[in-house]
């Protein structure tokens, strides 16, 4: 993988005010994203997963600045994307495509595909005007569609022929950099596995880069090469998908993991319960966020924010936000209390 | 099948949908039995027919669908001989049902606790004071903490999982002997899922009753059933124990669509996916409706639809190659195990 960073992200913020009162005043926020720090490398596959509500897909839009951030810093390529005007800002979505997860909604009912993917490299100005019938015939063939199909419109095609049109729109501008915002959950796994197979021989063929956000694991294991593990609108454990699978460290990554159900029934797995659900990100829990389900916390917890660190024994470039990874790790550290029940399934 | 007393056998079911002066076949002679005290899942994609035959069961079935044939019979009596009366006796009573999305099954109007004290008061005729106490019984037994209060919240001011457990507990009420889980974890996040299928399964233990799972995750089927229903296209493909299912798969079908699920349980060096497209259901094939899509499929296939067989050990396989009629290669082997490379 080479290592050119392609995509940084420094401390990006997206908080979304709460109007209330008589004259319509800035009551309160909600802190979707909440100081997040990481980098892309160029070609790989960086996956951001977390439970609804943890911020992952305000972070792809963020970065795209489809809802403006509220402070931090986007540098892609090396352009400060959000130092961009709005026209610049759109020559700069060339490079920076998204893919969104209900393939319906995210086409023009009223278009047919050709219009579609004729609109897309018209405003990006990146095929001469004759040569773009044969793109769109080029595109179609390349997603796996008939070229003939281009004149139809989208409630003619199935979902997973919908969602093939979304990825042969992003491609229609040859982006670096494509943002896939859940662009597989709505398919059935037959047809997912289709869109997955596509979807990765693209990034060999073309050197795509992809932020891959999803919330299921299964998906997230075979696509990536790194993982970013969210929680309330912060990063709790960054490292590559070994790391993460094999050897989580954040009580939350071990949690999440151990809570996926596995398709096979002789496995035995060790499932750690959480209890309670996620806690709104209006008023998140002081210090660490995860402390009110955590079965580790204690009174450090609860004041003191971790910060993404690692220990020695972690392999490089794997970093986990909790004050205890070496003494859960060593089981110097016991839980608690007893939030949670660990027992064998 | 092993000498086991079934709660439910479905026999045959055909439930359709007249648009437009066409027949659409939703469930088209689908056969399955729930043993007593075990949990049938009933796998397949979208529009397989798997929430249809569901609420088949319950004739929850509105126009311009109709239950065009078979039989449902449970505890030998069969259900469809039922005039509406005698239905509406056993709905929420001894057959119960939780449906998919938590916050559009309740009433948005009704505190929680009215919700539940309905069923009581239509089955076991319990007043508003009894009735409240019982409804705070099974929100503890369903493990929503301080009760007392939640009883007199409106679904709005509760979690997605705090729903879904207020929809289980309306379902118990009556201590049904058959459950339906209609994708009971789907609108759900992985932590709220497992504590979810826990309590179901915790539940069924306490209380004895026998539960169909209908679901699209094949991992909540390895976890929580003990038998399963593969369908496709309104029809059962193949009936089998859970082990046997995961472990020896034999319908192409199931077995594709164990060779596309991404696992987080192990590395793959790839997906493979089934080709193509469930077929439209207004378009349904002659013979066997996987044929277009099967890796196998012959002449004999793509022009005669195969009967659902027993293949022994309580198995049954709607396919060809598992017939003395099979004419393509005779040493097809469908599954190969241990394609996915353990780790760790």
Known sequence: MSQKELLKINNLKQYFPIKGGVFGRTVNNVKAVDDVTFTIYEGETVSVVGESGCGKSTTGRAILRLDEPTAGEVEFDGTNVLGLNKKDMRK?????????????????????????????????????????????????????????????????????????????????????????????????????????????????????????????????????????????????????????????????????????????????????????????????????????????????????????????????????????????????????????????? | MKQEENILEVKDLRTSFFIEGEEVKAVDGVTFDVPKGQTL???????????????????????????????????????????????????????????????????????????????????????????????????????????????????????????????????????PELLIADEPTTALDVTIQAQILELIKELQQEIGMSVIMITHDLGVVAETCDYVAVMYCGKVVEYADVRTLFKNPRHPYTVGLLNSLPRSDVDQEELIPIKGTVPPPHDMPEGCRFAPRCPFATDLCHNHLPELKDVGDGEQIRCWIYTDEWDGDPEVKVYEPERTSENK
Request: glycine share 8%; with cysteine.
């Open chain 1, 92 to 345: 700069m979505r060339k490079d920076m495509q998204i893919i969104f997860q209900d393939p319906y909604a995210s086409l023009n009912p009223r278009q047919t595909v050709r219009q579609t993917l004729v609109e897309a490299m018209d405003i990006q100005n990146v095929v001469p005007k004759k040569d773009r019938a044969n793109r769109v015939s080029e595109l179609m063939e390349t997603v796996g569609l008939q070229p003939h199909q281009a004149d139809r419109f989208p409630h003619e095609f199935s979902g997973g022929q919908r969602q093939r049109i979304g990825i042969a729109r992003a491609l229609s501008v040859d982006p670096k950099l494509i943002i896939c915002d859940e662009a597989v959950s709505a398919l059935d796994v037959s047809i997912q596995a289709q869109v997955l197979n596509l979807l990765k021989k693209f990034q060999d063929e073309m050197n795509l880069t992809y932020l891959f956000i999803a919330h299921d694991l299964g998906v997230v294991r075979h696509i990536s090469d790194r993982i970013i593990v969210m929680y309330l609108g912060k990063i709790v454990e960054i490292g590559d998908k070994k790391s993460i699978f094999n050897n989580p460290q954040h009580p939350y990554t071990k949690a999440l993991l151990s809570a996926i159900p596995v398709p096979d029934p002789d496995k035995k797995t060790e499932r750690i319960f959480l209890q309670g659900d996620v806690p709104s990100p209006i008023d998140p829990p002081s210090g660490c966020r995860f402390h009110t389900r955590c079965p580790f916390a204690t009174e450090k917890c609860v004041e003191e924010t971790p910060e993404l660190r690692d220990e020695d024994y972690m392999d490089g470039g794997h970093q986990a936000a909790c004050h205890y990874i070496r003494e859960i790790e060593s089981g110097e550290h016991k839980p608690t209390r007893d939030t949670s029940k660990v027992r064998q399934v």
């Open chain 2, 41 to 175: 899942g009933i796998v397949g994609e979208s529009g397989s027919g798997k929430s249809i035959s569901a609420l088949s069961i319950l004739q929850l079935i509105g126009h311009p669908g109709k239950i065009v044939g078979g039989e449902i019979n449970f505890k030998g009596e069969n259900l469809l001989d039922f005039s509406e009366k005698q239905i509406r006796q056993i709905r929420g009573n001894k057959i119960s049902m939780i449906f998919q999305e938590p916050m559009t099954s309740l009433n948005p109007t009704y505190t929680v606790g009215q919700q539940i004290r309905e069923a009581l008061k239509i089955h076991q005729g319990l007043g508003k004071q009894k009735g409240t106490d019982k409804a705070i019984e099974l929100l503890e037994l369903v493990g929503i903490p301080s009760p007392q209060k939640r009883v007199t919240q409106y679904p709005f001011e509760l979690s997605g999982g705090m729903r879904q457990r207020v929809m289980i507990a309306m379902a118990l009420a009556c201590n």
